[in-house]
């Protein structure tokens, strides 16, 4: 009987045995910890900064003028976030005349929140290598070093999303700005 109880020299029972579960107690606490904060980090990533905007019935885009012109829309969902400027996305349909555009070169989409289920980044990509779509201008510095670009189909579907500009990689790199772009503000120099 006494081989079966784990005890030391003197009699008593082996105090490492009360350690191992406060041990395990601890990596539990630990795990459990870092699975909740790796949880919440996820969702602000993923909805906390994202807001939903109001409907819309039109949307202004550049004209190769330097001006701009009103386009006529329907069905518009859009997402913004104070956070950054690279997180708004639109998808809308026009409906009206579509004026003359500003097409622009290298426009690459960027992904969505997958919960933002209109805008699929990696089609309007492939779309665009392959000429279903057209990449056109929407707005030139919105905010300083930043580009509003949109993916506009023959049927009237069309996508917007920013792009970081020339401005807006030489002066956010801590470089002066390029020959032709507007001063930073303030606000980005100092």
Known sequence: MRRC?????GGRL????GAGVTGRIAAIVIVLAAALTGGFMYYLQVYGYYEELEPQIGYQVAT?????????IAAFRGIDSYSSPLRYRACFTVVGELPDLVERDHSEPLNAPGWFDCFDAETIGEDL?????RPVMVEENAP???????????????YVWPMINACGEAVY???PAPAGC???PAAIRD
């Not at 290598?129 to 779509?133: D, K, P, S």
């Not at 300083?144 to 069309?158: I, K, T």
């Open 5 to 9: 109880l784990r005890a030391d020299r």
């Open 182 to 184: 507007p001063p930073p």
């Open 14 to 17: 082996d105090a490492r045995r």
């Open 129 to 133: 290598l392959a000429g279903r779509a």
């Open 64 to 72: 190769p003028d330097g001006g701009t012109a009103r386009l006529e």
């Open 144 to 158: 300083y070093g930043f580009d509003r670009v949109m993916a506009l189909y023959p049927d009237g579907r069309a």
């Open 173 to 175: 790199d801590g470089d």
